[in-house]
T-cell receptor
Framework: DQQVKQNSPSLSVQEGRISILNCDYT??????FLWYKKYPAEGPTFLIS?????DKNEDGRFTVFLNKSAKHLSLHIVPSQPGDSAVYFC????????????????FGQGTILTVHP | DTGVSQNPRHKITKRGQNVTFRCDPI?????LYWYRQTLGQGPEFLTY????????KSRLLSDRFSAERPKGSFSTLEIQRTEQGDSAMYLC?????????????FGSGTRLTVV
């Protein structure tokens, strides 16, 4: 069962515009969410995260929004740059109350973002 | 520290052969994770260690898979009697056990091709 889903396999945007990547989850026990960025032939690198006690977290051009009632999160990149072209994964984790599962991440399938100059 | 190191970067093997991958985590990280990523999918959790103890194994980790972290430093992942379905990118990551998983650092992975 896919507990974290990214339903858009790809997204294409123009440089300078906003990129919005979406992610849905099914397990209401998840309480920490992360976005990772992955270039070809490299491992995923951490981008931004959000705890379930918040609904927004911002870091420079990147903002993550969390809607717990809808079990939905999104990553906004403004303005988009060609160097942002990569695969973006959302991931979810249980907190300390999850016991030994803490730290284990459940990933979505990824969205390929292409930013055109 | 150069981050999480994985060797080899690529491995091609014949079906039925055994393969072993190595992961060297960031030195101060006490947790080490193995994930597998197939084409078009996100990384899937396989197992993780805290120091030398293997704390959790996924049901994806069949009896042909074994992982060790003998001295709480580097780890090895062995696949016995490889099958074509084992072809994937095998990713290792490390972190500290305290705090949120922002400090989760991935290696560049070992790409396994079973022919």
């Amino acid at each position: 069962d896919q507990q974290v889903k990214q339903n858009s396999p790809s997204l294409s945007v123009q440089e300078g515009r906003i990129s919005i990547l979406n992610c849905d989850y099914t397990n209401s026990m998840f309480d920490y969410f992360l976005w990772y960025k992955k270039y070809p032939a490299e491992g995923p690198t951490f981008l931004i995260s959000i705890s379930s006690i918040k609904d927004k977290n911002e870091d420079g051009r990147f903002t993550v929004f969390l809607n717990k009632s809808a079990k939905h999160l999104s990553l906004h990149i403004v303005p988009s740059q060609p160097g942002d072209s990569a695969v973006y994964f959302c991931a979810a984790s249980f907190g300390n109350a999850g016991g030994t599962s803490y730290g284990k991440l459940t990933f979505g399938q990824g969205t390929i973002l292409t930013v055109h100059p | 520290d150069t981050g999480v190191s994985q060797n080899p970067r690529h491995k091609i093997t014949k079906r039925g052969q055994n393969v072993t991958f190595r992961c060297d985590p960031i030195s101060e990280h006490n947790r080490l994770y193995w994930y597998r990523q197939t084409l078009g999918q996100g990384p899937e959790f396989l197992t993780y260690f805290q120091n030398e103890a293997q704390l959790e194994k996924s049901r994806l980790l069949s009896d042909r898979f074994s992982a060790e972290r003998p001295k709480g430093s580097f780890s090895t992942l062995e696949i016995q009697r490889t099958e074509q379905g084992d072809s994937a990118m095998y990713l290792c990551a490390s972190s500290l056990s305290r705090g949120w998983p922002d400090g989760y650092t991935f290696g560049s992975g070992t790409r396994l091709t079973v022919v």
